[in-house]
T-cell receptor
Framework: GAGVSQSPSNKVTEKGKDVELRCDPISGHTALYWYRQSLGQGLEFLIYFQGNSAPDKSGLPSDRFSAERTGGSVSTLTIQRTQQEDSAVYLC??????????FGPGTRLTVL | QQQVKQSPQSLIVQKGGISIINCAYENTAFDYFPWYQQFPGKGPALLIAIRPDVSEKKEGRFTISFNKSAKQFSLHIMDSQPGDSATYFCAASMYGGNNRKLIWGLGTSLAVNP
């Protein structure tokens, strides 16, 4: 079946603009994770969804970052007033409960 | 503070050789230790994972060795092939209320020379 998809694959924006990143998880996966991958920094956990609720938002770096999930499926990560340090690859993963996380290809965000 | 420390940062191995990547963790509450493989432009993909009740797990050419007392685990790739050239990440997590967020090492870039 289809894997996790993310859009856009690349996003270039100007400092101060808002961006929205989209994740379509694998059908039937109730858990959804957002991670950020910066060069030389590994992957950084941002937020976890179980269904439509987000019981763990501990990784969001600032209040400029927010995420929502609707219908227990699609999730959107929004970054307001983007800064250059937000430049990274944003990865989404989904899983069944307590099982393997399947990753999408990521969205490469560049803030000029 | 890096909770999962991975080494080496990069590794070059000849075809047919053994690739070894090491990770150390600090939190004894971690109970799941996966290794992910990532090719350029792709998301990470699970390669092999282990839980702390076993000391070794083998899947094909890939083996995880786990040392609970030393809080270390390693990935061994036997008979390394050029197609194994990728970035490898170790990770660790603990299970809490259905949440299994992964704490990642910084990655090892593996190059297998033909």
């Amino acid at each position: 079946g289809a894997g996790v998809s993310q859009s856009p694959s690349n996003k270039v924006t100007e400092k101060g603009k808002d961006v929205e990143l989209r994740c379509d998880p694998i059908s039937g996966h109730t858990a959804l994770y957002w991670y950020r991958q910066s060069l030389g920094q590994g992957l950084e956990f941002l937020i976890y969804f179980q269904g439509n609720s987000a019981p763990d938002k501990s990784g969001l770096p600032s209040d400029r970052f927010s995420a929502e999930r609707t219908g227990g499926s699609v999730s959107t990560l929004t970054i307001q007033r983007t800064q250059q340090e937000d430049s990274a690859v944003y990865l989404c993963a989904s899983s069944r409960l307590d099982n393997e996380q399947f990753f999408g290809p990521g969205t490469r965000l560049t803030v000029l | 503070q890096q909770q999962v420390k991975q080494s080496p940062q990069s590794l070059i191995v000849q075809k047919g050789g053994i690739s070894i990547i090491n990770c150390a963790y600090e939190n004894t509450a971690f109970d799941y230790f996966p290794w992910y493989q990532q090719f350029p432009g792709k998301g990470p993909a699970l390669l092999i994972a282990i839980r702390p009740d076993v000391s070794e797990k083998k899947e094909g050419r890939f083996t995880i060795s786990f040392n609970k007392s030393a809080k270390q685990f390693s990935l061994h790739i036997m008979d390394s092939q050029p197609g194994d050239s990728a970035t490898y990440f170790c990770a660790a997590s603990m299970y809490g209320g259905n949440n299994r967020k992964l704490i990642w090492g910084l990655g090892t870039s593996l190059a297998v020379n033909p």
